[in-house]
């Protein structure tokens, strides 16, 4: 009886470890894959920490991170990613090549410091005529400082023959180049731009926000299909995205944590952090204005040579972060 007792009971427990690998195994099954590219700066954050979080939704986030935003649309245009975070104008130029994407929500704003050496007197942007400034095309960086250049009517070109000679190169070297003394000044983004500060080799001239164009929003892009096709995943990922914005926002300390140790491997320090996320705080908001002012002056000043400028009311969409934020309660 004993014999029998304790086979039944051994049956049982083994039925009930089947029924919970079976559940576990359904709910991972049953996770809807969603590829995000993403940038390794300090206010892209929330973005990556979605990877931690959004397995509650239904959604497993694979993060790729890409040198700069411009360089996602390809992937995109290849089918191999979904999601995306830049800046602005690289979502803008992107939509104008054909790249099948709206733009569904801002993630940060600002994140750009114009930094000098510090053994050179500059008082303003005026007194960049005949020196060498640095700056990564293609991103927010190189529209704020031309912006800055054409309000002090200082012309520029990466040739020699205009007021300022403007030298092109990756953001990571652009640090390099300002301590070396290469360059007299460079348009960074954060964390760069606090560690040079941080480290006395830069010393700030201002945050170009003073322009028509104003602050920044980095933008939170994603395909049409995605969009269309894929709703419900659709929704689930915006709201998974709200919640990430509003732990790090709400939990400063970890979202310093993840993002000195997970993005960075501890390479910037707590200071260099604190420095960045001041010039470049987590948010969600988006506007079709500010979408449409930046497509003016990227069309204005060249940036992204593009043929077919879009519109913005063509093409940001808004309606899955509201009701996202209306969910989560989030104003």
């Not at 992107?94 to 114009?114: E, H, L, W």
Request: proline share 4%.
């Amino acid at each position: 009886m004993q014999a029998t007792a304790s086979r039944k009971g051994k049956l049982l427990l083994s039925f009930f470890v089947l029924l919970i690998l079976s559940i576990y195994n359904f709910d991972a099954q049953a996770q809807d894959l969603v590829r995000v590219g993403n940038l390794k700066f300090a206010h892209y954050g929330a973005i990556s920490y979605m990877t931690e979080i959004c397995g509650k939704y239904g959604l497993k986030v694979q993060e790729r991170v890409f040198p700069k935003g411009i360089d996602i649309m390809p992937a995109i245009i290849a089918g191999e990613i979904d999601v995306a975070a830049s800046a602005a104008d690289a979502a803008i130029a992107g939509r104008a090549g054909g790249v099948p994407i709206f733009a569904v929500a801002g993630f940060a704003k600002g994140g750009a410091r114009i930094v000098v050496r510090p053994d050179q007197e500059f008082k303003s942007v005026a007194d960049f005529k005949g020196k060498k400034v640095g700056v990564a095309r293609g991103g927010a960086q190189e529209l704020l400082l031309l912006a800055e250049l054409a309000k002090v009517n200082l012309t520029w070109s990466d040739q020699p023959g205009k007021d300022v000679r403007i030298v092109y190169m990756a953001f990571a070297d652009l640090n390099q180049a300002l301590q070396a003394k290469n360059i007299d000044a460079m348009a960074q983004s954060e964390p760069q731009a606090s560690q040079a500060i941080n480290k006395g080799f830069g010393k700030e001239l201002l945050k170009p926000y003073d322009t028509p164009m104003g602050e920044p929003i980095r933008t939170l892009v994603m395909t049409e299909k995605m969009y269309k096709d894929k709703k419900s995943v659709a929704e689930r990922f915006m709201k998974c995205f709200v919640e990430s914005t509003k732990t790090f926002i709400e939990k400063p300390d970890l979202a310093e944590k993840f993002v000195r140790e997970k993005m960075f491997k501890g390479q910037i320090t707590s200071q260099d952090f604190k420095d960045a996320i001041g010039n470049s705080p987590y948010s969600y908001d988006l506007s079709e204005d500010h979408i449409q002012i930046t497509t003016d002056f990227m069309q204005k000043y060249g940036v992204g040579r593009m043929k077919n400028p879009p519109k913005a009311k063509d093409w940001v969409k808004l309606d899955l972060l509201a009701q996202a934020k209306k969910d989560l309660g989030v104003k």
